[in-house]
């Protein structure tokens, strides 16, 4: 399958693209459902544990700084994207066995490491996945092209969460952590199928960096000030009400 980017795109190349991005968003949604969320806050011992998880991925999104100079020294977003979304996935892959790792401590140090690869891996792929749509999806298309992301997305998480759920709390899995091992091996496989949708969209050449419109530092700051506060609301809020549940 070739990764590297295309010197032209047909109008038909395109909307299989479109099509192609809108299952793998579906199929990355349900990956998040099938080993986060739930399966992560019932796995996890107590509310350090599960705190640390949660903080996890806002804290890796410092990855997305170094994944800057990579895309620009590459300029091979589909490739980037492709290679370390696929290696996050199978690390979710990976982490169906840790249910059979006799050692508590062992089995959530190992968790928690598996969680830092896999937010900093995804964060890399998210900057260079964010670059390619923001030039390949016709700015008259948005819109559609978003919405559909964001329905099926969106319907595969809920669907996806509701099962991990029922799985866990199954009576054929009650007292043990089989459970566990089939969420995070089905989430891997999803993610497998989402990275196969993702390679298949087209990728438009990059265009010189001193070309694109910016919007200036003052922008750029006002934008820094908003991603800090809703960062840190999430931070703040997120763990105790992960751990609330548990606790009463």
């Not at 190992?110 to 969680?115: K, M, S, T």
Request: with cysteine; charged share 15%.
């Amino acid at each position: 399958m070739r990764l590297s980017p295309d010197p032209s795109i047909s109008p038909e190349a395109m909307a299989e693209g479109q099509r192609a991005l809108v299952r793998d968003a579906a199929f990355a949604s349900l990956t998040g459902a099938l080993s986060g969320g739930v399966i992560l806050v019932a796995f996890a011992l107590g509310p350090m544990q599960i705190g640390l998880l949660a903080a996890i991925p806002l804290m890796m999104q410092a990855v997305q700084l170094p994944g800057i100079a990579l895309v620009e020294r590459l300029r091979q977003r589909r490739k980037i994207a492709v290679v370390v979304i696929t290696l996050a996935r199978l690390v979710i892959l990976a982490l169906a066995l840790l249910p059979f790792v006799a050692d508590l401590p062992n089995r959530l140090g190992w968790l928690i490491a598996a969680q830092f690869v896999i937010c900093a891996l995804g964060s890399l792929g998210a900057c260079a996945v964010n670059s390619w749509l923001h030039q390949l999806i016709p700015r008259t298309g948005l819109g559609d092209f978003f919405a559909k992301r964001l329905f099926w997305g969106t319907a595969f998480a809920c669907a996806g969460t509701l099962a991990a759920g029922l799985l866990v709390d199954h009576p054929a899995f009650r007292g043990s952590l089989a459970a566990y091992g089939w969420a995070f091996a089905a989430a891997g496989s999803a993610g497998l199928i989402s990275s196969y949708y993702l390679a298949r969209a087209p990728e438009p050449l990059m265009v010189p960096s001193n070309t694109e419109p910016r919007c200036g530092f003052a922008c750029g700051r006002r934008f820094a000030i908003a991603t800090f506060a809703v960062c840190w609301s999430s931070l703040a809020h997120g763990p105790s009400r992960r751990t609330w549940p548990r606790r009463s």
